[in-house]
């Protein structure tokens, strides 16, 4: 089992960028996709972006020329930064990760944009 646990208050003006962490732990070496995903108010959850283990990257439509997201192995850590932040990107934000047949997520993190 892996435990997936964000961290960090994710807080950012607008124009500006949110800087959000996350940390595996447990059976790390079997995780083949890593990634963030996040829930707005009202909505639905939906994928901001997902690493897999091919190097291979997904995102979320409003996402790809904002985001940078890494995996560091040693670490066991999964870090998100996303740019030109709006108020619409206020939300719930998720890590997740999909390891051997069984995807875990952490608990979420809020991400707040002020004006």
């Known amino acids: 089992q892996v435990r997936v646990k964000e961290s960090g208050v994710g807080s950012a003006q607008a124009g500006g960028s949110l800087k959000l962490s996350c940390e595996l732990s447990?059976?790390?070496?079997?995780?083949?996709?890593v990634g963030w995903y996040r829930q707005p108010p009202g909505q639905e959850r939906g994928m901001v972006s997902t690493l897999n283990s091919d190097g291979t990257t997904s995102y979320g439509d409003y996402a790809k020329s904002r985001v940078i997201m890494s995996r560091d192995n040693a670490e066991n850590t999964v870090d998100l930064d996303m740019n030109s932040m709006k108020t619409e990107d206020a939300a719930l934000y998720y890590c997740?990760?999909?390891?051997?047949?069984?995807?875990?997520w952490g608990r979420g993190t809020q991400g707040t944009v002020s004006a």
């Open positions: 997740t990760a999909v390891c051997g047949t069984k995807q875990d």
């Open positions: 447990g059976q790390t070496s079997r995780c083949t996709m």
